[in-house]
């Protein structure tokens, strides 16, 4: 038996905005889809295409939508459109902190 038996591996992921490391699942994961279209991945984190992942400070996804680092970290440009949706998002679902 292995010294490291029986602990779960947990995945670190960044947050685009402030570079702080999480656990996956205290992060949001956000996705650029096959047609371009961007949106929030809520389920099970399993939509396919490019992803990229933001605390759940109001402050980080304020920092990521008017800098474009989530618009780098998807490779793509963000329609209006999905950038409003992704406001909405995080006026309704995220903290202030």
Avoid: T
Avoid at 7 to 33: E, F, K, N, W
Avoid at 37 to 45: I, K
Avoid at 55 to 69: D, H, I
């Amino acid at each position: 038996m292995s010294a490291g038996a029986g602990v779960r591996h947990i995945p670190l992921r960044r947050c685009v905005a402030c570079g702080q490391q999480y656990p996956q699942r205290d992060l949001v994961r956000i996705v650029r889809g096959p047609d371009g279209s961007v949106l929030v991945d809520q389920g099970r984190r399993k939509l396919p295409g490019r992803g990229a992942y933001l605390c759940r400070s109001r402050e980080c996804w304020n920092q990521a939508l008017k800098k474009s680092r989530l618009s780098y970290a998807l490779r793509g440009d963000i329609s209006p459109n999905d950038k409003g949706r992704l406001q909405e998002f995080a006026e309704s679902q995220l903290s202030g902190v």
